[in-house]
């Protein structure tokens, strides 16, 4: 018997063992199931009005903050910015009904937005040195040059919005890119969070402790307490810190301290109870015809397009908070061109600032987990009347601000964190992905903090040529979170090996969400109360 001698088979590796689970796996969730109420369903009418009413508290920080910041730059005093604060919440409330009705018809309040702080700045150094007869006359011309400036940039959203040009460019966005750009939305905003908390602390610290105790804690102490805390516990913490600064004030607490602790803790510093006038309705051209300069124009022309990149990522958070679908391309189309129409109108009142979707809103959102619709139309009746009766409108305006940077802690952070959840629809073990993410995030978060410090230091943007209105646009791009997200997260998501992970991306969940017809839920959250489509061309829907 001969021996053959056959070569030896290499060993196959061995796929690794499966192991089981050790607890139950959870499948992706396209609506947050403890929500109490979604976009369409409604609490009753006593808890919808106090709703209403707390979503105006929440935006009337940032409105004040944008006044007080601006205003004693171009010139004015503190009836000048008690007039200015009347108009952004005239305007708020004017912008919202057209949004919740015409716009995306999610619950969002449309505010002041900080995106038009650097043109606007720009705008007020043109004529910080130039002569006038008193401080007065230069404020009322500087609104008047920013009046023009909004007017004709907010054609720009109008024509990229009902072109449908950005409805386009946001097809090429999947999860893997909305994920970072939702996150910084709110993370992005982290200066107006515990950094103006520590301006006060004695008044912010608790306010944020307070919050986080009543709402999350206490109401699990009572069956009957539960619903009440959970959505009115801000409320009641506000009260209460409200109170114990104004006993602050009283007692002379901050008698012998620093003049900015006082513009921060005091209770009386505002000055606007007294100066604002008991009824004064906003009405067009209030400050005189507008000034139009070009250079002007193009730098508010950068913020007009910063806007739309914070808009859209706050309509996918309040889309979240509201129980509802992602939005499709085509409404956050046609929320772009009336967001323009918005500018054009915040131009033609004499506004200061444009409008953008209100973060802490979103957030509040959240909070109270009650996503409705009529809640955020019901807040602009708040808003638009004490935009007229000045006198009452002042006197929640005089809130300490740290009382509003507690808030928002939380507030930014709940949005920050529904963007986090939108990873559920992708492959998140997908080293690619996790490669865009990280680089989208960081640089959304790191490249915005280098122009703002640049800024600070040198009283300019990092970008400086000889043509100003250049230098502002980029600046303002590049100073944007969720701008900066949104470009380095499309470039990178569609150029590294985006024709073979369509799966990993999350497309096949994604892309239903973004045609008119792609999914029926579509109609049933995003269409118009009135057949519109009977009277406007479908084109421009």
Known sequence: MVETNHPEVPAQPTAPPVMAPRGPILP??????????????????????????????????????????????????????????????????????????????????????????????SIINDFRFRNFADEHERFVHTMRAIQGALIVSSFLNIIIGYSKAWGNYLRFCSPVVIVPVVCVVGLGLFERGFPQVGKCVEIGLPMLILL??????????????????????????????????????????????????????????????????????????????????????????????????????????????????????????????????????????????????????VGLLGLTRVGSRRVVQISTAFMIFFSIFGKFGAFFASIPFPIFAAIYCVLFGLVASVGVSFIQFTNNNSLRNLYILGLSLFLGISVPQYFSEFYASSGHGPVKTDAGWFDQILNSIFSSAPTVALLVGTLLDNTLDAMHTGVDRGLPWWVPFQNRKGDIRNEEFYSFPIKIHEHIPTRFL
């Open 28 to 121: 992706p969730s396209e609506q947050l199931l403890q929500l109490q109420f979604c976009i369409h369903s409604h609490p009753s009418w006593p808890e919808t009005i106090m709703l209403g009413f707390q979503h105006y508290i929440v935006m009337l920080g940032t409105t004040v903050m944008v006044a007080t910041l601006l205003v004693p730059q171009m010139g004015g005093d503190n009836g000048d910015k008690a007039r200015v604060i009347q108009t952004l919440l005239f305007m708020s409330g004017l912008n919202t009904l057209l949004q919740t009705f015409l716009g995306t018809r999610l619950p969002t309040v449309m505010s002041a937005s900080f995106a038009f702080v650097i043109p606007v700045v």
């Open 212 to 361: 986080v105790i009543f709402q999350q804690y206490l109401k699990n102490l009572h069956e009957r307490t539960h619903s009440l805390l959970e959505r009115f516990a801000l409320l009641f913490c506000i009260v209460i810190i409200w109170s114990f600064a104004a006993v602050l004030t009283a007692g002379g607490a901050y008698n012998n301290v620093s003049e900015k602790t006082k513009q921060h803790c005091r209770t009386d510093r505002s000055y606007l109870t007294s100066s604002a006038p008991w009824i004064k309705i906003p009405y067009p051209f209030q400050w005189g015809a507008p000034i139009f300069v070009v250079s002007h124009v193009f730098g508010m022309m950068g913020s007009a397009l910063v806007s739309i990149a914070e808009s859209t990522g706050t309509y996918y958070a309040a889309a979240r908070f509201a129980g509802a679908t992602p939005p499709p391309a085509h409404v956050l189309s046609r929320s772009v061109g009336l967001q323009g129409i918005g500018m054009l109108l915040d131009g033609i009142f004499g506004s200061v600032v444009g409008s953008t979707a209100s973060v802490e809103n």
